[in-house]
C-alpha cells in the first residue's frame, strides 16, 4: 500500500475467520462497532482465498481450530507467499500452553489471544496492530521514494585518466573527450557556463 494515504479504519478491512457462529457473529458486531471493516468466513481454506481476492485485508484473526485447513497451517501459507503484502496475524485460541503459543508464533502469528477474551483486550491489540501496519507503511513509502531518487542518479566511478595541460579525459575506450561531454554522457548532469572569479579578472580585466 506504499503511495496510498496513511492506513485507518476506513481504509483497513480485517478477517474474521472463526467456525462457530455465535463467536463468529459476536467478533463481527464488535469489529464493526470499532469502525472497522470485516469479511468473516467459517473456515481455514475461505480464509486462505480472501486476501487473494481483498488486497485491503490487513489484519487477520484466526481461530486456531477450523475445518478444511486449521488456523496455523494458514498462517504458514500467508507468511510463505511472499508476493502478498504483510497480513498482521492474531491468532484467536483455547490453547493456553506455553507450547501451543510458541507454535502459533513460529508459524508466523504476530499476536495471540487466549479465549475466551476480553472485548477491550481485542480492541487494544487491534490497536497495536494498526500501529505496527503504519509503521511498516510509512517504511515502505521511504523506500520506495529512495529508489526513485537513486534511478534518477547515474554515479562516476572507478579510475579516470585527465589530461593534465588541456585536461581532457579519457573514456574506457581509449577515446579523449571534454570533461562536460563525458560528464553528460554518463550521469543525468546538465551544464552552463558561467565564468569564475580567477577567469573573470583573467580575462575581463576591464
Known sequence: MSGDKPLTKQNLTILAAEDDFVSRRILEKNLEKWGYEVISVDNGAAALAEPEKQDS??????????PEVDGLEVCRRVRN????HYIYI???TAKDRKEDISAGLEAGADDYIVKPYQQVELRSRLLSARRILELEHR????IDDLEEAL?????????????SHCKNVRDDEGYWQSVEIFVHEHSDAVFSHSVCPD???KH???
Open 204 to 206: 575581463y580585466p576591464e
Open 139 to 142: 517504511l515502505a513509502e521511504k
Open 151 to 163: 534511478s534518477q542518479v547515474k554515479m562516476l566511478k572507478g579510475f579516470l585518466p585527465i589530461c
Open 57 to 66: 485485508i490487513r489484519i487477520a484473526l484466526l481461530d486456531w481450530m477450523m
Open 90 to 92: 492474531i491468532m484467536l
Open 81 to 84: 507467499n511472499l508476493n502478498s
Open 199 to 201: 577567469c573573470l579578472e
